[in-house]
T-cell receptor, first 111, second 116 residues
Framework: GDSVTQMEGPVTLSEEAFLTINCTYT??????LFWYVQYPGEGLQLLLK?????DKGSNKGFEATYRKETTSFHLEKGSVQVSDSAVYFC??????????FGSGTRLLVRP | GAGVSQSPRYKVAKRGQDVALRCDPI?????LFWYQQALGQGPEFLTY????????KSGLPSDRFFAERPEGSVSTLKIQRTQQEDSAVYLC??????????????FGPGTRLTVL
Protein backbone atom coordinates (compact mmCIF):
# COMPACT_ATOMS: atom_id res chain seq x y z
CA GLY A 1 0.00 0.00 0.00
CA ASP A 2 0.89 3.66 -0.12
CA SER A 3 3.35 4.88 2.50
CA VAL A 4 5.50 7.80 3.58
CA THR A 5 8.95 7.59 5.14
CA GLN A 6 10.59 10.56 6.78
CA MET A 7 13.81 11.01 8.65
CA GLU A 8 13.79 10.31 12.32
CA GLY A 9 14.33 13.08 14.78
CA PRO A 10 14.95 14.92 16.77
CA VAL A 11 16.75 17.35 14.54
CA THR A 12 18.56 19.96 16.60
CA LEU A 13 19.81 23.12 14.92
CA SER A 14 21.08 26.51 15.92
CA GLU A 15 19.09 29.57 14.92
CA GLU A 16 19.72 30.68 11.32
CA ALA A 17 20.97 27.23 10.28
CA PHE A 18 19.79 25.53 7.09
CA LEU A 19 17.11 22.89 7.50
CA THR A 20 16.40 19.78 5.46
CA ILE A 21 13.90 17.13 6.52
CA ASN A 22 13.85 14.21 4.12
CA CYS A 23 10.62 12.60 2.96
CA THR A 24 10.13 9.81 0.44
CA TYR A 25 6.93 8.11 -0.57
CA THR A 26 5.55 4.98 -2.18
CA UNK A 27 2.33 5.27 -4.17
CA UNK A 28 0.75 3.47 -7.08
CA UNK A 29 -0.82 6.55 -8.61
CA UNK A 30 0.01 10.24 -8.73
CA UNK A 31 -0.49 11.49 -5.20
CA UNK A 32 -0.67 15.00 -3.83
CA LEU A 33 2.01 15.68 -1.24
CA PHE A 34 1.82 17.74 1.93
CA TRP A 35 3.84 18.97 4.86
CA TYR A 36 1.92 19.52 8.10
CA VAL A 37 3.34 21.11 11.24
CA GLN A 38 2.32 20.59 14.84
CA TYR A 39 3.46 23.29 17.24
CA PRO A 40 3.58 22.45 20.95
CA GLY A 41 0.08 22.29 22.39
CA GLU A 42 -1.59 22.97 19.03
CA GLY A 43 -3.31 20.98 16.31
CA LEU A 44 -1.91 19.98 12.94
CA GLN A 45 -1.63 22.81 10.44
CA LEU A 46 -1.00 22.58 6.73
CA LEU A 47 2.40 24.11 5.97
CA LEU A 48 2.56 23.57 2.21
CA LYS A 49 1.46 21.23 -0.55
CA UNK A 50 2.18 20.20 -4.12
CA UNK A 51 -0.26 18.41 -6.37
CA UNK A 52 1.84 17.33 -9.34
CA UNK A 53 5.38 16.50 -10.34
CA UNK A 54 7.88 19.38 -10.28
CA ASP A 55 5.49 21.62 -8.34
CA LYS A 56 7.12 23.57 -5.54
CA GLY A 57 5.11 24.30 -2.42
CA SER A 58 6.22 27.19 -0.23
CA ASN A 59 5.06 28.98 2.89
CA LYS A 60 6.70 30.91 5.76
CA GLY A 61 10.14 30.45 4.19
CA PHE A 62 9.73 26.68 3.90
CA GLU A 63 9.88 24.98 0.50
CA ALA A 64 9.46 21.48 -0.87
CA THR A 65 9.58 20.25 -4.47
CA TYR A 66 7.61 17.25 -5.71
CA ARG A 67 10.23 14.97 -7.31
CA LYS A 68 8.55 12.10 -9.11
CA GLU A 69 11.80 10.57 -10.33
CA THR A 70 13.11 10.15 -6.79
CA THR A 71 9.66 9.89 -5.13
CA SER A 72 10.69 12.59 -2.69
CA PHE A 73 9.29 15.76 -1.14
CA HIS A 74 12.06 17.07 1.10
CA LEU A 75 11.32 20.09 3.30
CA GLU A 76 13.87 22.91 3.35
CA LYS A 77 14.30 26.28 4.98
CA GLY A 78 17.28 28.54 4.55
CA SER A 79 17.39 30.04 8.04
CA VAL A 80 15.44 28.51 10.90
CA GLN A 81 14.13 30.41 13.90
CA VAL A 82 13.43 29.28 17.44
CA SER A 83 9.74 29.64 16.65
CA ASP A 84 10.06 26.89 14.00
CA SER A 85 10.53 24.30 16.75
CA ALA A 86 7.72 21.80 16.18
CA VAL A 87 6.96 18.35 14.80
CA TYR A 88 6.78 18.16 11.02
CA PHE A 89 4.75 15.51 9.19
CA CYS A 90 5.05 14.58 5.55
CA UNK A 91 1.84 13.17 4.04
CA UNK A 92 0.32 12.03 0.78
CA UNK A 93 -3.16 11.69 -0.60
CA UNK A 94 -3.69 9.48 -3.61
CA UNK A 95 -7.47 9.47 -3.51
CA UNK A 96 -7.94 13.14 -2.82
CA UNK A 97 -9.39 12.63 0.58
CA UNK A 98 -7.64 10.54 3.18
CA UNK A 99 -4.13 11.50 4.17
CA UNK A 100 -1.32 9.00 4.77
CA PHE A 101 1.26 10.42 7.16
CA GLY A 102 4.87 9.73 7.96
CA SER A 103 5.86 9.25 11.58
CA GLY A 104 6.92 12.86 12.08
CA THR A 105 10.22 14.64 12.67
CA ARG A 106 10.74 16.78 15.74
CA LEU A 107 12.74 19.95 15.11
CA LEU A 108 14.38 21.80 17.97
CA VAL A 109 15.98 25.15 17.21
CA ARG A 110 18.31 26.56 19.84
CA PRO A 111 18.95 30.30 20.19
CA GLY B 1 -14.00 32.15 11.89
CA ALA B 2 -13.98 29.26 14.30
CA GLY B 3 -11.85 26.27 13.50
CA VAL B 4 -12.51 22.62 14.14
CA SER B 5 -13.26 21.95 17.78
CA GLN B 6 -13.17 18.69 19.68
CA SER B 7 -14.36 17.68 23.09
CA PRO B 8 -13.35 16.57 25.55
CA ARG B 9 -9.70 17.49 25.13
CA TYR B 10 -8.66 14.78 27.57
CA LYS B 11 -10.46 11.61 28.55
CA VAL B 12 -9.40 8.95 31.01
CA ALA B 13 -11.36 5.74 30.89
CA LYS B 14 -11.14 2.48 32.74
CA ARG B 15 -10.71 -0.57 30.58
CA GLY B 16 -14.08 -1.80 29.46
CA GLN B 17 -15.82 1.57 29.60
CA ASP B 18 -17.50 3.14 26.59
CA VAL B 19 -16.40 6.60 25.45
CA ALA B 20 -17.78 9.19 23.04
CA LEU B 21 -15.62 11.81 21.38
CA ARG B 22 -17.20 14.83 19.71
CA CYS B 23 -16.08 16.84 16.69
CA ASP B 24 -17.52 20.17 15.55
CA PRO B 25 -16.22 20.84 12.04
CA ILE B 26 -15.91 24.22 10.41
CA UNK B 27 -19.39 25.40 9.51
CA UNK B 28 -20.40 24.38 6.01
CA UNK B 29 -17.61 21.88 5.51
CA UNK B 30 -18.81 18.89 3.52
CA UNK B 31 -16.09 16.41 4.39
CA LEU B 32 -15.14 15.16 7.84
CA PHE B 33 -12.34 12.79 8.79
CA TRP B 34 -11.25 10.96 11.92
CA TYR B 35 -7.64 9.96 12.51
CA GLN B 36 -5.90 8.11 15.35
CA GLN B 37 -2.44 9.23 16.43
CA ALA B 38 -0.47 6.90 18.69
CA LEU B 39 2.35 8.35 20.77
CA GLY B 40 5.33 9.24 18.62
CA GLN B 41 3.58 8.30 15.38
CA GLY B 42 1.83 10.06 12.57
CA PRO B 43 -1.95 10.16 12.38
CA GLU B 44 -3.67 7.15 10.81
CA PHE B 45 -6.94 7.39 8.93
CA LEU B 46 -10.01 5.92 10.60
CA THR B 47 -13.08 7.03 8.68
CA TYR B 48 -14.51 9.62 6.28
CA UNK B 49 -17.90 11.31 5.95
CA UNK B 50 -19.28 13.31 3.09
CA UNK B 51 -22.16 15.19 4.67
CA UNK B 52 -24.04 12.54 6.66
CA UNK B 53 -22.86 9.60 4.58
CA UNK B 54 -19.99 7.50 5.90
CA UNK B 55 -18.19 6.69 2.67
CA UNK B 56 -15.10 5.01 4.04
CA LYS B 57 -14.63 3.25 7.35
CA SER B 58 -11.76 1.06 6.30
CA GLY B 59 -9.42 2.40 8.99
CA LEU B 60 -11.58 1.58 11.99
CA PRO B 61 -9.49 -0.97 13.91
CA SER B 62 -12.34 -3.10 15.21
CA ASP B 63 -16.10 -3.33 15.49
CA ARG B 64 -15.79 -1.61 18.87
CA PHE B 65 -15.26 1.64 16.97
CA PHE B 66 -18.28 3.42 15.57
CA ALA B 67 -18.65 6.89 14.05
CA GLU B 68 -21.68 8.89 13.05
CA ARG B 69 -22.59 12.27 11.61
CA PRO B 70 -26.39 12.16 11.53
CA GLU B 71 -27.09 15.71 10.36
CA GLY B 72 -24.00 16.28 8.28
CA SER B 73 -22.32 18.57 10.78
CA VAL B 74 -21.25 17.38 14.25
CA SER B 75 -19.68 13.94 14.39
CA THR B 76 -19.20 11.50 17.24
CA LEU B 77 -16.63 8.74 17.46
CA LYS B 78 -17.68 6.06 19.91
CA ILE B 79 -15.43 3.37 21.30
CA GLN B 80 -17.07 0.53 23.14
CA ARG B 81 -15.39 -1.61 25.78
CA THR B 82 -12.18 0.39 25.63
CA GLN B 83 -8.85 -1.43 25.73
CA GLN B 84 -5.42 -0.13 26.64
CA GLU B 85 -4.34 -0.22 23.01
CA ASP B 86 -7.03 2.36 22.26
CA SER B 87 -4.98 4.97 24.13
CA ALA B 88 -4.09 7.63 21.57
CA VAL B 89 -4.95 11.11 20.37
CA TYR B 90 -8.04 11.14 18.18
CA LEU B 91 -7.99 13.88 15.58
CA CYS B 92 -10.87 15.25 13.60
CA UNK B 93 -10.45 17.19 10.37
CA UNK B 94 -12.82 18.84 7.95
CA UNK B 95 -12.60 20.24 4.45
CA UNK B 96 -14.93 22.30 2.38
CA UNK B 97 -15.15 20.10 -0.67
CA UNK B 98 -15.99 16.52 -1.38
CA UNK B 99 -13.58 13.78 -2.39
CA UNK B 100 -11.96 14.30 -5.70
CA UNK B 101 -10.42 17.55 -4.64
CA UNK B 102 -7.15 18.26 -2.93
CA UNK B 103 -8.72 20.79 -0.63
CA UNK B 104 -6.98 21.46 2.64
CA UNK B 105 -8.00 19.43 5.65
CA UNK B 106 -8.27 21.56 8.80
CA PHE B 107 -7.51 19.68 11.98
CA GLY B 108 -8.91 20.07 15.45
CA PRO B 109 -6.74 19.98 18.58
CA GLY B 110 -7.54 16.34 19.24
CA THR B 111 -8.85 14.33 22.16
CA ARG B 112 -6.20 12.51 24.17
CA LEU B 113 -7.70 9.23 25.36
CA THR B 114 -5.97 7.27 28.11
CA VAL B 115 -7.31 3.85 28.98
CA LEU B 116 -6.20 2.52 32.34
Amino acid sequence: GDSVTQMEGPVTLSEEAFLTINCTYTATGYPSLFWYVQYPGEGLQLLLKATKADDKGSNKGFEATYRKETTSFHLEKGSVQVSDSAVYFCALSDSSYKLIFGSGTRLLVRP
Amino acid sequence: GAGVSQSPRYKVAKRGQDVALRCDPISGHVSLFWYQQALGQGPEFLTYFQNEAQLDKSGLPSDRFFAERPEGSVSTLKIQRTQQEDSAVYLCASSSRDRGSTDTQYFGPGTRLTVL
